[in-house]
């Protein structure tokens, strides 16, 4: 069974730093195109950032230059180091990994909230 599971949310004012964990488990995230994702409530989801398999990487413009995804292997981890944060960033962060063509697997989210 797939199992995606995010952690790192949390409170933090703003100018400040998070960095997200998405940990997998019956999946091996070096083959799939992983994502973050955030929503606030009563807006439809947003992308954030992407990683795919061969190490691609791209953001969202409102995040480019502010947020950084990485992949750790080793540990089946996809990070998303957060800084500079604003209050406009406060939402569920949620994390997906998909391969091409398939419907992605998703994780609970974890909530973010930067305060003014």
């Known amino acids: 069974q797939v199992q995606l599971v995010e952690s790192g949310g949390g409170l933090v004012q703003a100018g400040g730093s998070l960095r997200l964990s998405c940990a997998a488990s019956?999946?091996?995230?070096?083959?799939?195109?992983v994502g973050w994702y955030r929503q606030v409530p009563g807006k439809q989801r947003g992308w954030v950032a992407a990683v795919t398999s061969g190490g691609s990487i791209d953001y969202a413009d409102s995040v480019r230059g502010r947020f950084t995804i990485s992949r750790d292997s080793a540990k089946n981890n996809v990070f998303l180091q957060m800084n500079s944060l604003k209050p406009e960033d406060t939402a569920v962060y949620y994390c997906?990994?998909?391969?091409?063509?398939?419907?992605?697997?998703w994780g609970k989210g974890t909530l973010v909230t930067v305060s003014s």
């Open positions: 019956g999946i091996t995230f070096s083959s799939y195109r």
């Open positions: 997906a990994a998909n391969l091409p063509g398939r419907a992605p697997y």
